[in-house]
């Protein structure tokens, strides 16, 4: 079992960055396939980004792309999503997900275990 806890959330203006970590604990982050989910107020939990366990293959959706890097630093048990050019409609609060079993998925039921969250806010 492994548990995850996010950070680095807050508030930034339009056009700005931030950059979340993940930590994980219990259990080698090597063995997972990692994940970053986001919700906002009044909708559903959507899949951001994912990462293989040996980061050789990345996964984004079409909204974030080419803006969002996901990584992970499986020594040091973290997974990172450094978000660019960020606008207000990425809002929400970000959740740190992993699965021990098969690939890279966007269904929220395909992960096992999930952190907090951390509250992203952007403002226009």
């Known amino acids: 079992q492994v548990q995850l806890v996010e950070s680095g959330g807050g508030l930034v203006q339009a056009g700005g960055s931030l950059r979340l970590s993940c930590a994980a604990s219990?259990?080698?982050?090597?063995?997972?396939?990692m994940a970053w989910f986001r919700q906002a107020p009044g909708k559903e939990r959507e899949f951001v980004s994912g990462?293989?366990?040996?980061?050789?293959?990345?996964y984004y959706t079409d909204s974030v792309k080419g803006r969002f890097t996901i990584s992970r630093d499986n020594a040091k048990n973290m997974v990172y999503l450094q978000m660019n050019s960020l606008k207000p409609e990425d809002t929400a609060k970000y959740y740190c997900?992993?699965?021990?079993?098969?690939?890279?998925?966007?269904?929220?039921?395909?992960?096992?275990?999930w952190g907090q969250g951390t509250q992203v806010t952007v403002s226009s």
């Open positions: 997900a992993a699965d021990l079993d098969g690939s890279v998925r966007n269904m929220e039921r395909a992960y096992d275990y």
């Open positions: 990462i293989s366990r040996s980061a050789d293959r990345t």
């Open positions: 219990g259990r080698t982050l090597r063995s997972y396939v």
